[in-house]
């Protein structure tokens, strides 16, 4: 498919609201391009577990920046619903995917987390994969914002060390799949320029908000038992920690090159967004 194939249609992005892909939203329109976001919130309604969801989501969309529920509930098979929705989209007239993943082979909560990857290399659409490390943004918009407004972050991570990526970043690579050539059949490992811990992180944090935030290690059973005691379902918690147990063993402690590739210009630093969205008031007490 080519570059003004691509962008001749709408393009359908999943997630829309979501950290990424209300960036990816953004930059889209930004170039002018017409765009369709879709999640159980939006006006086109798009649920994975509601397939009747599928067909006016996808109608008429030439291209699909698709985010899963790989880390969401344990029960859902991406082998089932990604490969069922590829199929679908294929018959809709989509030509082209850009798939958003993470950058881990590892199983987490006994469940593989690639197995969205499978099923859109084998799609037959033109497809390009996104493989990020953690987002700054689940410090201001994600699961970790209730923490800095208590003051304290509890995870099962240790002094691991994580090259945190500004989702803005992930969605430019992303619009760049989705609107040009060059970039089919290419799987991006995509970081930010500097291996931190969650300690290290939280500083930053507190040094912007301007009073005491501290990241506190506890034991992975430790943090399953909190989120239990909070509602959580446990299958989910232990998903949850197995996660931060990776960055605790060093499995995430190497910096990817993905931003450069696609780019051709550096990511941004932590740093740099912890200045911005401290001076939004967002981490005000
Ligand atoms: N967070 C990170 O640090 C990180 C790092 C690397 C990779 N990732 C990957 O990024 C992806 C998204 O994770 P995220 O934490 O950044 O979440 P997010 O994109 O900020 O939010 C999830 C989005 O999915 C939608 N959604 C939830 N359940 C849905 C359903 N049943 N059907 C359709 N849409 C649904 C939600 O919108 P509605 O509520 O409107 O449906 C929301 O817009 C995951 O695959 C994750 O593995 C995340």
């Not at 700054?136 to 090259?163: K, T, Y």
């Not at 760049?176 to 500083?203: I, K, N």
């Amino acid at each position: 498919m080519t570059e003004e194939a691509a962008t001749a249609k709408p393009i359908l992005v999943l997630g829309g609201k979501g950290k990424t892909g209300s960036r990816v939203v953004a930059q889209l329109q930004a170039r002018g391009l017409e765009v369709r976001a879709a999640s159980r919130s939006s006006p086109t309604r798009f649920d994975w577990f509601d397939e009747s969801t599928w067909p006016d989501a996808l109608a008429g969309a030439g291209a699909v920046y698709l985010v899963d529920m790989a880390d969401q509930p344990v029960e859902w098979d991406p082998s089932y619903s990604v490969r069922a929705f590829c199929r679908l989209a294929r018959a809709s007239g989509v030509g082209r995917v850009v798939l958003l993943q993470a950058r881990t082979n590892e199983d987490a909560g006994g469940k593989s987390l690639t197995g969205s990857e499978d099923e859109v290399r084998a799609s037959g659409l033109d497809w390009t994969i996104l493989r990020p490390s953690w987002f700054f943004q689940n410090f201001d918009e994600g699961i970790l914002l209730d923490g800095v407004h208590e003051g304290e972050i509890r995870l099962p991570a240790g002094d691991g060390l994580e090259p945190f990526i500004d989702c803005a970043d992930v969605a430019a690579v992303a619009v760049a799949a989705l609107t040009e050539d060059g970039h089919t059949g290419r799987t991006y490992e995509l970081s930010g320029p500097r291996l931190m811990s969650f300690g290290d992180a939280v500083a930053a944090v507190a040094g912007q908000a301007g009073r005491d935030i501290r990241y506190v290690a506890v034991s992975a059973d430790a943090y399953v038992a909190e989120l239990v005691a909070q509602g959580v379902p446990a299958d989910y918690a232990r998903m949850c920690a197995d996660l931060f147990g990776q960055i605790r063993e060093g499995k995430g402690a190497y910096l990817s090159t993905g931003v450069q590739d696609a780019l051709g210009r550096v990511p941004r630093d932590f740093a740099d967004f912890a200045k911005s969205a401290g001076a939004t008031g967002v981490w005000d007490a």
